[in-house]
């Protein structure tokens, strides 16, 4: 677990949150919301030690993250950020990157690695991908690559910054039940989604973010029935129940 604890941090010159306190819970779904610049994927990249925090402090398990190696932080929590450069690999070999934390020097991979890159690619229904250069994906294609390298990683935490870019609704609702079955099996996951109706379907538990704060935390149906979501937002929103629990709706 994870747990974050009077954080404050941003960019220099510019502070971006102010004071958040939250636990990254294993076993659940966590959707981190909030408008554009209200520090979401600041939240993401300090809770994994990867930005600079200018006070408070980060516990992973219990330990705080300046007395972890990176190779120790990244056996444990995965991070899958919302954009990044397309390298010149095949996807098999992307999903590889996904091992790194747990090779000795020099690099070599052994069956066990072949095998999780297997399972990864197979979990989110991209194994026939595996041979193709990521130039030649699409879009949605290659966030798969990018999620089943996280999955091949093959840690406690995933964080994960908009993973439904580029996905169509189909591929959208297939990543975020995948979420849901990966803290069925004990992971805590964390999503920053900008698509609110999604996230309440299928987060166990969900967090606001205004101006570097949290406006409010707790279930979907905590939220829906409080007004932050739309004076944070701007929207409002409806619901019917359906097989399987609520369904959300933009008014």
Not at 118 to 143: M, N
Not at 199 to 209: E, K, P
Request: charged share 25%.
């Amino acid at each position: 677990m994870i747990e974050l604890r009077n954080l404050h941090a941003g960019y220099p010159g510019r502070p971006v949150l102010k004071g958040v306190d939250l636990e990254l819970r294993p076993g659940e779904v966590l959707a981190v919301l909030g408008p554009n610049g209200c520090g979401k994927s600041t939240l993401l990249r300090a809770a994994n030690g990867l930005l600079h925090r200018t006070g408070g402090e980060v516990l992973l398990d219990g330990v705080p993250l300046e007395s972890m190696t990176a190779k120790e932080i990244a056996r444990k929590a995965a991070y899958l950020p919302q954009s990044r450069p397309v390298p010149s690999l095949t996807a098999g070999r992307m999903v590889l990157h996904g091992r790194f934390p747990y090779l000795s020097y020099p690099r070599r991979y052994g069956r066990e690695d072949h095998e999780m890159v297997r399972r990864a690619l197979e979990r989110v229904g991209a194994w026939d991908l595996a041979s193709r250069p990521l130039s030649e994906l699409s879009g949605g294609q290659r966030q798969k690559v990018y999620l089943a390298m996280a999955l091949a990683q093959d840690t406690e935490t995933i964080l994960m910054d908009e993973p439904t870019t580029y996905l169509d609704v189909a591929c959208q609702i297939e990543v975020m039940a995948l979420s849901r079955r990966l803290a069925e099996e004990g992971r805590a996951v964390v999503m920053v989604l900008h698509d609110l109706c999604l996230a309440l379907r299928y987060a166990h538990r969900a967090v606001l973010l205004s101006g570097g704060r949290v406006s409010q935390a707790g279930t979907p149906e905590e939220l829906f029935a409080g007004d932050a979501l739309e004076q944070g937002m701007g929207v409002r929103l409806g619901r019917v129940a359906a097989a399987g629990g609520w369904r959300y709706f933009y008014l």
